[in-house]
Nanobody, 127 residues
Framework: QVQLVESGGGLVEAGGSLRLSCAAS????????MGWFRQAPGKEREFVGA????????YYGDSVKGRFTISRDNAKNTVYLQMNSLKPEDTAVYYC????????????????????WGQGTQVTVSS
């Protein structure tokens, strides 16, 4: 079993920054990649980005490219989402997820590719 715990959410003004963390525990050694998704009220879950544990491959959704950066600390089993130049439309609950199957990065934008999910953290961007 794997537990994922997100933190770092909060309220920020437009143009500001936040850094989210996702700490993984449990059966983490065989995890292939980690992803970030978000979901706003009344909308479908949206892919934000993904990163492999064993390489620097990253993959981002179009709406966050150039503004958000995913990084990882393997020693801490933690993945980060640095969010800059935040916009009101970035307001959502942000979830991290773990994928245990090796697959092309380009396929990791689909929620069903992931095996475990965190509980989410709220990010609110005021205009």
């Amino acid at each position: 079993q794997v537990q994922l715990v997100e933190s770092g959410g909060g309220l920020v003004e437009a143009g500001g920054s936040l850094r989210l963390s996702c700490a993984a525990s449990g059966r983490t050694f065989s995890s292939y990649a980690m992803g970030w998704f978000r979901q706003a009220p009344g909308k479908e879950r949206e892919f934000v980005g993904a990163i492999r544990w064993s390489a620097d491959n990253t993959y981002y959704g179009d709406s966050v490219k150039g503004r958000f950066t995913i990084s990882r600390d393997n020693a801490k089993n933690t993945v980060y989402l640095q969010m800059n130049s935040l916009k009101p439309e970035d307001t959502a609950v942000y979830y991290c997820a773990a994928a245990y199957t090796a697959q092309p990065m380009g396929l990791l934008d689909q929620p069903y590719r992931y095996n475990y999910w965190g509980q989410g953290t709220q990010v609110t961007v005021s205009s």
